[in-house]
């Protein structure tokens, strides 16, 4: 049907459709904002992510990011480590195509990347490579995509990760990991994890219960304390942060 309409309507009436229905998913993403705070975009387009940049400010100690899931968009991480000079951003990705990219990039030495993903249990794990061109790697078998190439990979948990760089608290923690968010949220120790805030792309589309799994997961960030506070344009980008002490 999708093939059948675009072939019959005028490209700029296709354009605008679409262009309505990506403001209309806007509007309607915008009612989990829950939380105000001065916030601002870091990275480009494709890759960006809402920070609140006020509470970064507020202290001289060394700002620590985790950035989970590179792909081979890091303006995110650099854009960060621009705006910080006392920042320090730790990449974790697995995949093969993000390793052989990084390696031929000119890092700062504040990005250390570690060659492992994250994930709700430390040990390997099996990952699969889409057919389709420029899509990444994913911990599911994705709905719609076939399956040509799978990888075992070693993946941690954010709890072992913090405990071997004797991190007591992340200021960051930025998930783009294709699905094994949802995993994540559900079974990350918010008693041990200090954190204060979350950037995440939701992956609902890659389940058939999607709807059901992005609404547990909200609800499961929002009992431990995490609300959100920033929507991006692009699709299901959302961004929270913990209620403390500063947000009396």
């Known amino acids: 049907m999708k093939e059948f309409i675009k072939k019959f309507i005028p490209p700029i009436v296709w354009a605008g459709l679409r262009l309505m229905k990506t ?38 100690k060394e700002i620590i990011v985790y950035s989970a899931g590179i792909g081979k968009d890091i303006s995110f991480d650099l854009d960060i480590l621009k705006a910080f000079d006392n920042c320090k951003v730790f990449a ?10 990084l390696g031929q990039q000119d890092l700062p030495d504040n990005f250390i990347f570690s060659p492992y993903g994250i994930s709700s249990k430390t040990g390997e794990e099996t990952m699969y ?14 709905i719609n995509k076939p399956v ?5 990979v070693q993946m941690k948990r954010i709890e072992d990760i913090m405990k071997e760089n004797s991190h007591k608290y992340i200021d960051i923690l930025k998930m783009d990991i294709e699905g094994s968010e949802f995993s994540i949220i559900e079974n990350l120790n918010y008693s041990e994890i200090n954190c204060g805030q979350i950037t995440l792309e ?8 999607g709807r059901q799994m992005f609404t547990k997961a909200i609800n499961t960030l929002q009992a431990n304390g995490y609300y959100c506070f920033a929507v991006a344009k692009k699709e299901n980008v959302y961004s929270f942060i913990r209620k403390s002490e500063r947000f009396a």
Not at 30 to 50: A, E, I, P, S, T
Not at 129 to 142: C, G, T, V
Not at 202 to 209: A, D, L, S, V
Request: proline share 4%; hydrophobic share 30%.
């Open 148 to 152: 040509d190439n799978e990888i075992i």
């Open 202 to 209: 939701f992956h609902k589309r890659f389940f058939k219960n």
């Open 92 to 101: 974790f990705d697995p995949t093969p195509t993000t390793i052989e990219w």
């Open 129 to 142: 490579f889409p057919k389709i061109k420029d899509h990444d790697w994913s911990a599911y078998k994705i």
């Open 23 to 60: 403001r209309i998913l806007y509007i309607m993403r915008k009612r989990y904002v829950v939380f105000k705070c001065n916030y601002k975009m870091y990275g480009n387009d494709y890759g960006g992510y809402y920070i609140c940049s006020e509470i970064l400010n507020q202290d001289e």
